[in-house]
């Protein structure tokens, strides 16, 4: 089995203009550009991929306050956006998400979705290239709780099928400072700050599988300490 990744951040009740919101997309695809070579050319979602891939998008501010300026953009007083790289239908990156607005629902969130096969997947999906992933995402977006998940371990041990956000581990976990402390883990975990904002936790340097009855076991090993400490609790 192969596991299909994705970086999730969530936050809840942050209302900012567009001018904030543009800032911040942009300086995440500035720093996945300096990533990966693949995700220096993104696009506008289209008919086709065909017609998708001549919807260049440039990741530049300026760009993003256009897009925020559309009306298929705007979710009540939120801004969303939606982009993709890759050279196939079957090996895209995909970008989303909703931020700028005062309420609870629908959740404000970042997700990053690598391609599960081909060159890029097997440049972006290991422990050393997530981990700067998500300590971007975190950087840019300053989330309550972010997480680079396996959406079928994800699915295993979640109540819900998509996943009740703040309740279950990934192969990396990050709370906000806000969130609570993080107590101190088994080996071969490994804990850090992310700058003054808050704590990520790596559970393996291998890439975290399903499949694989040790990594199971680290993160359910994990998964009990901090539901015992109270930090695994929807957002």
């Not at 990934?170 to 609570?180: N, V």
Request: one cysteine or more.
């Amino acid at each position: 089995m192969t596991d299909d990744y994705y970086v999730g951040a969530y936050w809840l009740g942050r209302s900012e203009d567009a001018e904030s919101c543009a800032t911040r997309a942009s300086n995440l695809f500035d720093a996945l550009g300096r990533l990966e070579p693949g995700w220096r050319l993104w696009h506008e979602s289209g008919r086709s991929f065909k017609d998708a891939s001549a919807r260049t998008f440039s990741t530049d501010r300026a760009n993003f306050l256009k897009l925020f300026a559309r009306k298929k953009n705007r979710l009540g007083d939120a801004f969303r956006y939606w982009l993709w790289a890759g050279t196939s239908p079957d090996e895209t990156s995909l970008v989303d998400g909703y931020c700028g607005s005062a309420d609870d629902e629908p959740t404000a969130r970042c997700l990053v979705s690598p391609p599960r096969q081909g060159e890029v997947a097997e440049r972006v999906l290991t422990a050393p290239v997530m981990r700067e992933v998500i300590r971007s995402v975190v950087r840019c977006w300053a989330p309550a709780w972010s997480v680079v998940a396996s959406r079928e371990y994800r699915d295993k041990v979640s109540p819900s099928s998509s996943g009740d956000v703040g309740t279950f581990v990934g192969w990396m976990t990050y709370f906000s400072r806000q969130w609570g402390t993080v107590p101190p883990l088994p080996a071969p975990v490994r804990v850090e700050p992310v700058e003054d904002l808050g704590t990520l936790i790596i559970l393996t340097e291998e890439r975290f599988s399903v499949a694989n009855p040790e990594h199971v076991r680290l993160a359910t090993e994990v998964h009990q300490v901090l539901d015992a400490a109270g930090l695994l609790r929807p957002l």
